[in-house]
């Protein structure tokens, strides 16, 4: 499973961007679809989730500003976030818990990070 990341960039403080994240490979079933993402200096943290079948989870920090969606039946989700602050400059990580046609299990699978710079 490969998890490839667009739409990052720098905004200036209450702007908004757009984050896109493709799944490609032999897949079987994807049961979670998310991101996170780690600023300097700190841990990685949840952003959001989609669990299929369930209900989205936002981190309190982003509640009200971030909305997580899913491109209908395909393996790509966004992130559209609003009303952005200085503090959610961080690298950005596209997530998925999934079962590869060749696998018997399922795994977590990242993608590589894209940069996300709020100015204030």
């Known amino acids: 499973v490969q998890l490839v990341e667009s739409g990052g960039g720098l905004v200036q403080a209450g702007g908004s961007l757009r984050l896109s994240c493709a799944a490609s490979?032999?897949?079987?079933?994807?049961?979670?679809m998310g991101w996170y993402r780690q600023a300097p200096g700190n841990q990685r943290e949840l952003v959001a989730v989609i669990p299929i079948g369930g209900s989205t989870n936002y981190a309190d920090s982003v509640k009200g500003r971030f909305t997580i969606s899913r491109d209908g039946a395909e393996n790509t989700w966004n992130l559209q976030m609003s009303s952005l602050k200085p503090e959610d400059t961080a690298v950005y990580y596209c997530?998925?818990?999934?079962?590869?046609?060749?696998?018997?299990?399922?795994?977590?699978?990242w993608g590589q990070g894209t940069q996300v710079t709020v100015s204030s």
């Open positions: 997530y998925c818990f999934a079962k590869p046609v060749s696998y018997m299990a399922y795994d977590n699978y």
């Open positions: 490979g032999s897949i079987f079933f994807i049961n979670v």
